[in-house]
């Protein structure tokens, strides 16, 4: 797994090349009382039980209930018991009845339980328009001229 965290960096596309994660492996778990900020990308498995704010790119994700993801989420395979705020793009997405989802699910199989929310639109991969990339935010450089000293 890897951790990055660049102010105004644009999003990673999804790399194919990587090698195929090992579905024997157990998975790497945020933990109820951790948070991260950052961008999460790996090949194997992963599940938050805490808060992750930014992107992540993982082979299977699980959102547990009581965890909290906002960003954006590309998987093959995502759960989603807790809440998540941003856009997935999965082949196979599973909202429980405990799930919360504001953002636009891309995906080939969708799966919702009673009592499942989604705020936001649901397309087919095979379908969908190509979703443009966010343009990184502009900079902006301050200089301060300051007084000789005397």
Known sequence: MMFKNKPGAAPV??????????RGAVPSIISADMTINGDFLG???????????????????????GGS???DVVAQDVRICGTLTGSVHS???????TAKV????Y????????????DGQSRRLSTAKPVKK?????????EHESAPAE
């Open 43 to 65: 090949t194997g498995d992963l599940q938050v039980e805490g808060v992750v704010t930014g992107r992540i790119e993982v082979s299977r994700l699980i959102v547990a209930e």
């Open 91 to 97: 082949e196979m997405v599973t909202l429980t009845s």
């Open 134 to 142: 966010p343009e990184p935010a502009p900079t902006m450089v301050l």
């Open 107 to 118: 995906h080939n199989i969708l799966a919702v339980e009673a009592g499942g929310q989604l």
């Open 13 to 22: 596309p999804v790399d194919s090349s990587r090698p195929k994660p090992n």
């Open 102 to 105: 504001s953002g636009d699910i």
């Open 69 to 71: 993801v906002s960003g």
